[in-house]
C-alpha cells in the first residue's frame, strides 16, 4: 500500500500551484505532455457510456399555458432542458468568453486571483475548500473561470475583451431568468411569484469558462459529477461539447447521456435550492464536463441563479404549500450560509441534497 498516490501531498502541490499563478491554459501552452496528478480525475469515461436519450427542449416562443406544464414536466424528470426562441445572441457572449480566456498569458494575469476582490476572481476553483482537501482527489477541474458575484461587482471592471458582450448578455439573462422563476412557481400550484418571494433570487454567479485542449483528455474532466447549489442554472456553450448529465429514473437511471448541441439554444437545469423548496418536485441531477480533444478548448457561460444570502433571518425549506400528510416535508429548514457552507465542506462533487432531509421515523 505505498503507491505514489498515496504518499502525493495534495495540499502542497495545490499550495505550489496556487503560488505560481498559473492558469490550466498555461500550463498547455508551457508544452506540458502529461496531466499533473492535482488534475488527475479517479473515474473513467469508459466506465458509463452516455446512453442515447436526449434532453427535453422547450419551446419558449408557446403560449404560458402550454409553456407551464412542458417546463414543470422537465423540471420533475430530467431536471435539465433546452429553451429555444429566448431572443438571446448566445453566441456573441459565449465567443467573447472565448476571446478572454484566449488572450495572451500577459493580459490575462493582470486579472488572476483566487479569492473574489469586489465579486471577481479568475482561476482554477478547486472542487473543496482548500482547508477541506482530504484523499488524493479530484483536486482541480481542468477548466479555467472568471467569475463574477453579481451583487458585488462593478461590471465596468470586466475585462475589455468580454465586457460589453458580458454585460449586454446579462441585461437579457435577467428577464430570462425572471420569466423561468415564474413559471416554473407557476407549475408548483402555488402561483407565478412564489419562488421569487420565497427566496429572493438575487445572489447571481456568472462563471466564464474554459476548457482548455488536453494531452491526456481521458485523464482529467473539465467539472466532476455535482449538482448545482442555484435554485436553477442558465448555460451557454460553444460547439465542442463535453457536457453530459445522469439520467434521472425509468430504465436508463444513473446512466450518463451526452448533451446534444443544439444551435441556438441555451439549457436550463433545476439547481439543490429549488429541490429542496420544491420538496422534491423538481430534481437537481448531477452533471459533469469531459474534456474530449487535445487540440480543441471549450467555452461555457453559466449564470447561477440563487437566492441572496440574508443571514440568519433568511430561513429556506420546503414551501409550506407543497407539505402535505402524503408528502410530508422531506428537508429541514436552513439559511443560504448553512447550506454553501456545507457545500464546501463536502467539496463540489460529494455534497448531496441528503444531507438537509429531515430524519426519517424509525
Ligand atoms: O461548462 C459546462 O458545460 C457546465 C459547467 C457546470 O456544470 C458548472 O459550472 O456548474
Ligand atoms: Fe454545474
Redesign the pocket.
Known amino acids: 500500500m505505498t503507491g505514489a498516490a498515496e504518499v502525493y501531498d495534495c495540499a502542497a502541490a495545490l499550495a505550489e500551484f496556487d503560488a505560481s499563478r498559473a492558469t490550466v491554459r498555461d500550463l498547455v501552452e508551457s508544452g506540458l505532455a502529461s496531466v499533473p496528478p492535482l488534475f488527475i480525475a479517479p473515474s473513467s469515461t469508459a466506465k458509463h457510456p452516455p446512453t442515447d436519450i436526449t434532453v427535453p427542449t422547450v419551446d419558449l416562443s408557446l403560449p404560458l399555458s402550454a409553456l407551464v406544464p412542458l417546463v414543470g414536466a422537465a423540471a420533475r424528470t430530467c431536471g435539465f432542458f433546452h429553451v429555444t426562441n429566448h431572443g438571446i445572441d448566445a453566441g456573441a457572449a459565449v465567443s467573447a468568453v472565448r476571446a478572454f480566456h484566449e488572450l495572451p498569458a500577459a493580459v490575462r494575469s493582470a486579472f488572476y486571483s483566487i479569492a473574489a476582490v469586489e465579486g471577481m476572481s479568475y482561476s482554477t476553483v478547486p472542487y473543496m475548500d482548500r482547508d477541506s482537501l482530504d484523499g488524493p482527489g479530484p483536486i482541480l477541474p481542468w ?1 479555467v ?1 472568471l467569475r463574477v458575484l453579481l451583487q458585488a461587482a462593478d461590471l465596468g471592471r470586466l475585462p475589455a475583451a468580454c465586457g460589453d458582450a458580458l454585460v449586454e448578455y446579462l441585461r437579457c439573462i435577467e428577464e430570462l431568468g425572471k420569466k423561468m422563476t415564474r413559471l416554473l412557481s407557476e407549475e408548483l400550484g402555488v402561483g407565478a411569484e412564489r419562488l421569487e418571494t420565497a427566496t429572493h433570487v438575487e445572489g447571481w454567479l456568472m ?1 466564464c ?1 474554459y ?1 482548455p485542449p488536453c494531452p491526456e483528455p481521458a485523464r482529467v474532466e ?2 466532476v459529477e ?1 449538482t ?1 447549489p442555484s435554485l436553477f ?1 442558465i ?1 451557454a ?1 460553444d460547439e465542442i461539447g ?2 453530459q448529465v445522469r439520467v434521472n429514473g425509468g430504465d436508463n437511471d444513473g446512466q450518463w447521456v451526452d ?1 446534444p448541441l443544439v444551435p441556438g439554444t441555451l ?1 436550463v ?1 433545476v439547481g439543490d435550492v429549488l429541490k429542496l423548496v420544491s420538496n422534491n418536485e423538481y430534481h437537481s441531477v448531477g ?3 469531459m474534456v474530449r480533444s487535445s487540440q480543441d478548448a ?1 467555452a ?1 457561460l ?1 449564470v ?1 441563479f440563487n437566492p441572496a444570502m440574508r443571514g440568519d433571518s433568511g430561513l429556506l425549506g420546503p414551501l409550506p404549500e407543497l407539505i402535505t400528510p402524503e408528502k410530508p416535508a422531506m428537508y429541514r429548514n436552513f439559511t443560504m450560509t448553512e447550506f454553501m457552507d456545507s457545500r464546501r465542506k463536502f467539496g463540489n462533487g460529494k455534497f448531496s441534497t441528503d444531507h438537509f432531509r429531515v430524519a426519517v421515523d424509525q
Do not use: E, I
Open positions: 477548466r473561470s462563471a469558462n476548457y473539465g467539472a455535482h448545482d442554472t448555460l456553450q463535453g457536457l448533451v439549457l437545469n452533471h459533469r464536463v471549450r461555457s453559466a447561477f
